[in-house]
């Protein structure tokens, strides 16, 4: 897999660092470069974006033995070298709202610099076994939430697609998926729903819109600050009906509105998903 990598970042040098981050850990240790090392890899003359420090310079990065070595305006020694001139080398890109979760998917997002491709909205009906199918075979790190859209189509068709919006389905299943879209779920269907999701919670995941959900439910933002910040205000609003709250009704808001900072932190803060690193 490492091999693939760096073969990927010589042809697409931006990807170059981004793809090391994930090879070689993200945070590595960066010093000053002793004057006779011979690194396993460097990444020469590119310039190099480090958010953490503020750089934003052309430098040389050398990585051994799996980490960031040095980051120098010196000219590096390296077993490799990998020419990244007029190219930005930078972190790897973590992208929250990616549905393309499937190898195709991995080498595309490598290509564009992304080295954790996260699907948080759609999610999947089933977090155990996405996560199975991805174990020790992914080109970049990636992680998903449990998602209302999957879970209702796996409880009203029978048909798991997977990754929610990602996986391959034959025309018959999409044919059904797109009726069962259409038709009103039964009481029985709602309660295994809601039995679905509450399993993929206890599995480390909820969507942003279960977090937006629990912060409405405890009366911690009011049912607007939830709406407008939903991914889907549709599935959210579906999801307090579930719970047997009105979607007309406000709890009563635990702080003063108007303080626009405090509404965004805690919905990041409450999201939770499963890293997995490759
Ligand atoms: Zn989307």
């Known amino acids: 897999m490492a091999a693939q990598g760096v073969k990927l970042g010589i042809r697409i040098a931006v990807a170059a660092a981004a793809l ?91 290509r564009d610099g992304v ?13 155990d076994s996405w996560y199975a199918a991805r174990e020790g075979k992914s080109l970049i790190n990636y992680g998903v939430s449990i998602g209302h859209i999957p879970v209702r189509t796996k409880v009203l068709t029978k048909i798991s697609s997977d990754s929610g919006l990602g996986g391959k389905l034959s025309p018959a299943d999409m044919a059904a998926q797109d009726a069962a879209a259409h038709r009103q779920a039964t009481p029985e269907e709602l309660v295994q729903m809601k039995e679905a999701m509450e399993q993929g919670i206890q599995e480390g995941c909820q969507t942003f819109d279960q977090a937006l959900f629990a912060m409405y439910r405890d009366g911690i933002i009011v049912l607007d600050q939830a709406l407008i910040n939903a991914d889907s205000a549709n599935n959210l609003r579906l999801k307090i009906k579930l719970a047997g709250l009105k979607v007309d009704q406000e709890p009563v808001p635990a702080q003063a509105p108007g303080q626009d900072a405090s509404r965004q932190e805690p919905v990041q803060a409450a999201v939770g998903f499963r890293l997995r690193k490759n």
């Open 115 to 127: 080295t954790t491709s996260l699907e948080l909205e759609a999610g999947t009906a089933d977090v």
């Open 20 to 110: 090391l981050a994930v090879y070689f850990g993200v945070g590595a240790k960066k010093s000053a470069a002793p004057e006779d090392a011979t690194y396993d890899i460097v990444i020469a003359n590119g310039n190099v974006m480090d958010p953490e420090s503020g750089l934003d310079a052309v430098r040389n990065v050398g990585i051994s033995g799996g980490q960031i070595r040095a980051i120098s305006s010196e000219a590096l020694k390296g077993k490799q070298t990998i020419d990244a001139k007029g190219l930005v080398v930078a972190p790897g890109f973590i992208d929250l709202h990616e549905h393309g979760q499937e190898p195709r998917n991995y080498q595309f997002q490598a």
